[in-house]
């Protein structure tokens, strides 16, 4: 999340962060994404239950996908992971905050973001995206503390000038209003750099893995449009829940069932032509009561 501020002992300088996710979960826009239940636990609870979540939130990412496989074993350099990248999609990383923060006490997040992942219907290929080559803006000032498996050379190259924008349709309103504008160009890490670092363990890439780059924000100082946040998911934007969203007079500082939320994205491209990447839309409906979840018995049938 490159709008949050870190000190200088923050791991987030020298790992990069990741979630697992599960490729069930990934949905082509514009599908629909029900309210997952999870275990956490409410104000007053003595004890974690399993209920739905109260804190959907969205996230404003874009992802890519692995073309040539990287095999078991192999560690490969930032700059010639860039020849693993087949194309880049937008994406919604849908997230569960209250099953989050139970979850990554002590361990670490798990269903709280692999219930719904939404991607745009289109796939950038790396060669559509050559005239929004730019370098990471906020590097090479701690270039001295990057690890050696994640150095790169070639800086000024190395990412994207991509501009995202996220908007919230509420429930009963009938039209989705701007909330959030905020560029690529702002994140820490290169798309290299997180393709070297996930394969860095040797565990090998597949034809097809989706890899996403993290929550697109952008920092105050980066960014001085002050018409639109500048972050790029709810839990940024109201300070984990504590404020309401206070732009176009969204109100709320969740996701409400019968939402809908749309990103966008643009890229320059040759003689003043913008590149796209499609709407990635989902509408929010209300969980699967727990009392009437399927389970599934060891011959595949429902009981």
Not at 86 to 100: C, E, H, K, P, T
């Amino acid at each position: 999340m490159s709008g949050m501020s870190f000190n200088s002992e923050n791991n987030f300088y020298y790992s990069p962060m990741a979630y697992t996710a599960r490729c069930s979960s990934v949905v082509p826009s514009p599908t629909p994404i029900v309210r997952p239940n999870g275990m956490y636990k409410s104000s007053g609870d003595s004890l974690p239950q399993f209920q739905p979540t109260r804190k959907l939130d969205y996230e404003l990412e874009l992802a890519f996908f692995i073309s040539n496989p990287v095999p078991s074993g192999t560690i490969v350099s930032p700059e010639s992971a860039e020849e693993h990248i087949f194309g880049y999609v937008l994406m919604n990383d849908w997230s569960a905050r209250d099953i989050q923060m139970y979850e990554s006490l002590p361990v670490g997040p798990l269903n709280c973001k692999a219930f719904g992942t939404t991607i745009s219907p289109w796939v950038v290929m790396p060669e559509a995206l050559a005239h929004a080559r730019t370098e990471p803006r906020n590097q090479r000032a701690r270039k001295d503390q990057i690890p050696a498996h994640l150095k790169q050379d070639n800086l000024s190259q190395s990412t994207y000038e991509i501009t995202c924008h996220a908007f919230l349709q509420r429930s009963g309103s009938e039209v989705a209003k701007p909330v959030s504008t905020s560029s690529t160009a702002h994140m820490f890490w290169s798309p290299g750099q997180l393709l070297a670092h996930r394969a860095s363990t040797g565990c090998g890439l597949l034809t097809g893995e989706l890899i996403g780059l993290g929550t697109v924000s952008s920092p105050e100082e980066l960014w001085p449009d002050k018409s639109l946040e500048r972050r790029g998911c709810l839990f940024e934007i109201t300070n984990d829940g504590k404020e309401d969203v206070n732009i176009n007079d969204i109100g709320g500082r969740w996701l409400e069932d019968g939402d809908i939320v749309v990103l966008e994205a643009w890229a320059p491209g040759d003689d003043g032509v913008k590149i796209g990447f499609g709407k990635v839309s989902g509408r929010v409906l209300p969980e699967t009561s727990s009392s009437m979840l399927k389970t599934t018995n060891k011959n595949g049938t429902h009981i």
